[in-house]
């Protein structure tokens, strides 16, 4: 079975702190994901990873970075949490097209920053 | 701008009757998949559905099935028969560029005995 496997499902964490998030899939794909969800504005996508060390600037990447030194493994950081990072952060990846794009999801981790 | 736009945040449907959810959408892209994706409550997200824009002919997945109008940018999901299982967040993804996708705002479902 399939699986994007995201390191924590809850966190709290206090403004200023360094957060991690982990995220790793097991389906050798090329292309890995990180999204943030809130409420009545969908998926906002933060970075992309196409390949090993390579990555691209999603809509709001402000405040956020990322890294992919394995094709497996994408980490989000939050250098300096803010209260209004508090969010759902969903990881994903996909084979590159012409395939047929189909984003796996993981599970979701819940950051909470006070 | 490429869009997706998801008019009803929330829509509720009675079990075994049938409900469509409604997205349009807007990209530059000539050759494309569209997606239907399906969150349930502290869950994780499923694909529900794809549609490849190439073709003419409607997608379907057993109770699930779309009307996929290309010259209007229109993509509905239509839940017929509906189960409690059914109730999650749908959201509708279209791609911008190099295998990334826009999504919608979403819409609840709800689904009532």
């Known amino acids: 079975d399939v699986k994007v496997t995201q390191s924590s499902r809850y966190l709290v964490k206090r403004t200023g702190e360094k957060v991690f998030l982990e995220c790793v899939q097991d389906m050798d794909h090329e292309n890995m994901f990180w999204y943030r969800q809130d409420p009545g504005l969908g998926l906002r996508l933060i970075y992309f990873?196409?390949?090993?060390?390579?990555?691209e600037k999603g809509d709001i990447p402000e405040g956020y970075s990322v890294s992919r030194e394995k094709k497996e493994r994408f980490s989000l950081i939050l250098e300096s949490a803010s209260t209004n990072q508090t969010s759902m952060y969903l990881c994903a990846s996909s084979r590159t097209l012409p395939n047929t794009g189909e984003l796996f999801f993981g599970e979701g981790s819940r950051l909470t920053v006070l | 701008a490429q869009t997706v736009t998801q008019s009803q945040p929330e829509m509720s449907v009675q079990e075994a009757e049938t409900v469509t959810l409604s997205c349009t959408y807007d990209?530059?892209?000539?050759?494309?998949?569209l997606f239907w994706y399906k969150q349930p409550p502290s869950r994780q997200m499923i694909l529900v559905i794809r549609?490849?824009?190439?073709?003419?002919q409607n997608a379907t997945e057993n109770r699930f099935s779309v009307n996929f109008q290309k010259a209007a940018k229109s993509f509905s999901l239509k839940i017929s028969d509906s189960q409690l299982g059914d109730a999650a967040m749908y959201f509708c993804?279209?791609?911008?560029?190099?295998?990334?996708?826009?999504f919608g705002s979403g819409t609840k479902l709800n689904v009532k005995p």
């Open positions: 549609q490849e824009a190439y073709k003419q």
């Open positions: 990209t530059s892209e000539s050759d494309y998949y």
């Open positions: 990873s196409y390949d090993v060390k390579m990555k």
């Open positions: 993804a279209c791609p911008r560029d190099f295998n990334k996708f826009y």
